[in-house]
Nanobody, 121 residues
Framework: QVQLVESGGGLVQAGGSLRLSCAASGSIFRINDMGWYRQGPGKQRELVATITSTKNTNYADSVKGRFTISRDNAKRTVVLQMSSLKPEDTAVYYC???????????????WGQGTQVTVSS
């Protein structure tokens, strides 16, 4: 069993900051990419940021310069530091990890349950 558990969502005013954390636990052999996605009201889920196991990062254009993704490989955690938040950042944020459960297993994607971020104007 593999679990991705997010924390840190909430309500914040425009211009404020929030920090999202995600911890992977369970039977895990190796984790490749980790990332954050979001789904706003009436919208499709979209990529926010990803980070490889060697800590190369990728960001959506809409969050570049405002959000920072980081990870701790030993702790199997990924963090999204969000600043200068805008009302359009309001969404449910999902943690994602590409991981392999055993040495001979194949990589598969796993998702957290999501955490709500609401930015008021």
């Amino acid at each position: 069993q593999v679990q991705l558990v997010e924390s840190g969502g909430g309500l914040v005013q425009a211009g404020g900051s929030l920090r999202l954390s995600c911890a992977a636990s369970g039977s895990i052999f190796r984790i490749n990419d980790m990332g954050w996605y979001r789904q706003g009201p009436g919208k499709q889920r979209e990529l926010v940021a990803t980070i490889t196991s060697t800590k190369n990062t990728n960001y959506a254009d809409s969050v570049k310069g405002r959000f920072t993704i980081s990870r701790d490989n030993a702790k199997r955690t990924v963090v999204l530091q969000m600043s200068s938040l805008k009302p359009e950042d309001t969404a449910v944020y999902y943690c994602n990890a590409e991981l392999r459960r055993t040495y001979y297993g194949t990589f598969a994607y796993y998702w957290g349950q999501g955490t709500q971020v609401t930015v008021s104007s």
